[in-house]
């Protein structure tokens, strides 16, 4: 990384003072002067690890994993089960609904609404199963 001129550093100083200026006016004043002051201070700590050579970065919290639902055991797909004769199921969602498992009309027949919700969730469907019937849909076709 390059060194910061003087010049460089002059200019950052007189930015920093016209910021202060305007938070001094603000409603927020101490609020504000206390974050600037944390990253000035956080600034000031990143400039000595890179002037320093510190080849470690600051770790990044990880994000919280989110568990996926369990899926029903997967069934042989019969001939009879094309789950595109349920209205809202084209090529893509039944291809999606095969690698959960769902290759009959019985299994979506007997889905709860807890299952309902979590293939929602997973088919990036927010509600639309439900506004679709794709459960009664299901129930009428088993019933044939």
């Known amino acids: 990384m390059p060194k910061i001129s003087k010049s460089s550093k002059k200019l950052q100083h007189k930015i920093q003072k016209k910021l202060k200026k305007l938070f001094v006016k603000s409603d927020n004043h101490d609020a504000l002067m206390t974050r600037v002051d944390a990253l000035e201070k956080e ?3 990143l400039r000595q690890m890179l002037e320093g050579g ?5 770790p990044v919290p990880k994000k919280p994993a989110v568990k996926k639902p369990v899926a029903r055991k997967a069934t042989a797909p019969k001939a009879n089960n094309n789950l595109q004769n349920i209205k809202g199921i084209g090529v893509v ?3 999606k609904l ?3 498992g769902v290759n009959s009309y019985e299994q979506i027949a007997a889905w709860s609404d ?3 919700e979590n293939f929602s969730q997973r088919l990036n469907f ?3 199963i439900e506004r679709e019937k ?3 849909q299901a129930k009428g ?3 044939n």
């Open 43 to 45: 600034f000031g700590e």
């Open 141 to 143: 076709l088993v019933a």
């Open 98 to 100: 095969h690698e959960y």
């Open 54 to 58: 510190a080849k470690k970065a600051v």
């Open 114 to 116: 807890k299952e309902v």
């Open 134 to 136: 794709w459960v009664e």
């Open 126 to 128: 927010k509600g639309r």
């Open 93 to 95: 969602i039944e291809k």
